[in-house]
């Protein structure tokens, strides 16, 4: 499962996750960067986040240890994310996803990231204001 803590200065968040949810994330990252036809650089900043991901689950960033009263959540790693760099890489994925076949794993990781992205933009600004003002 992911969860997040946001930075300090409405910089961006620490994308927090168990093991396997970090695997997934990565897997599903490097998959798009091979087959998506919208990303032709396989170093550029989409692949940044796999590597960030990968860094968290290899315990090379954050390690958040299991809460003292419940030890049943595990260990949890994250690493620090900016927004404006989030936000290009999470609508990649979106996107790319409408171009290839996928599996539902690629679904599940993908909507996870969301609604992490979306909770945690809604904590640091706010919500969506509607209407014209």
């Not at 927090?16 to 990565?26: A, M, N």
């Not at 590597?51 to 960033?61: G, L, M, P, S």
């Not at 958040?64 to 790693?77: D, L, M, Q």
């Not at 404006?84 to 599940?108: C, F, G, I």
Request: glycine share 6%; charged share 25%.
């Amino acid at each position: 499962m992911l969860s997040y803590k946001l930075l300090n200065n409405h910089a961006g968040v620490l994308l927090i996750g168990d093991y396997t949810s970090l695997r997934w994330l990565h897997e599903v990252i490097h998959d798009l960067n091979d087959r998506s036809p919208l990303i032709r650089v396989d170093d550029g900043p989409f692949l940044g986040l796999a590597y960030e991901v990968r860094k968290a689950f290899e315990q090379q960033r954050e390690i958040i240890p299991a809460p003292e009263h419940f030890e049943e959540v595990g260990t949890r790693y994250g690493t620090k994310l900016l927004w404006p760099v989030l936000l290009l890489q999470q609508r990649m994925m979106r996107v790319s996803l409408a171009y290839l076949d996928h599996s539902t794993k690629h679904q599940a990781i993908t909507y996870a990231l969301e609604a992490v992205i979306e909770e945690a933009l809604i904590e640091d600004f706010g919500p969506p204001q509607s209407g014209c003002h």
